[in-house]
């Protein structure tokens, strides 16, 4: 996770310039960048401590057990399913768009 965490960072200001161009850059990499955090909040924050809470008696602060963490565990697993696929889909949308630009860089080096 660290690896594909840090390679977003990296590689995250040029996929919003091919994708999106330059134009409004600043404005669609800020939105860009929003996701990881808002996603971090919401699935540690909010959904992790919910299901956590919702194993453990009333008046009781601590769950012993794998109940406490499956939950949280299978839909983590479910959301890196997805974003795997979307990023599957992503390749295949833009692939041909890649292709045309290296053509177009090859054309134009050999001129």
């Given at each position: 996770?660290?690896?594909?965490?840090?390679a977003?960072?990296?590689l995250?200001?040029?996929?919003?310039?091919?994708?999106y161009g330059?134009?409004h850059?600043?404005?669609?990499?800020?939105?860009?960048?929003l996701?990881?955090s808002?996603?971090?909040i919401?699935?540690?924050?909010?959904?992790?401590?919910?299901?956590?809470?919702?194993?453990?008696a009333?008046?009781?602060?601590d769950?012993?057990?794998?109940?406490?963490y499956?939950?949280?565990?299978l839909?983590?697993?479910?959301?890196c399913?997805?974003a795997?696929l979307?990023?599957?889909?992503l390749?295949?949308?833009t692939?041909?768009?890649y292709?045309?630009?290296?053509?177009?860089?090859?054309?134009a080096?050999?001129a």
């Amino acid at each position: 996770a660290g690896l594909a965490y840090g390679a977003l960072w990296a590689l995250l200001p040029t996929m919003v310039a091919d994708l999106y161009g330059l134009r409004h850059f600043g404005a669609n990499y800020s939105f860009q960048a929003l996701a990881p955090s808002m996603g971090s909040i919401g699935l540690s924050a909010e959904l992790a401590s919910h299901i956590y809470q919702s194993h453990t008696a009333p008046g009781v602060t601590d769950c012993y057990g794998h109940a406490c963490y499956r939950a949280t565990h299978l839909i983590l697993v479910g959301g890196c399913i997805l974003a795997a696929l979307l990023a599957l889909l992503l390749w295949a949308r833009t692939r041909k768009f890649y292709a045309r630009m290296r053509a177009l860089r090859e054309e134009a080096g050999a001129a």
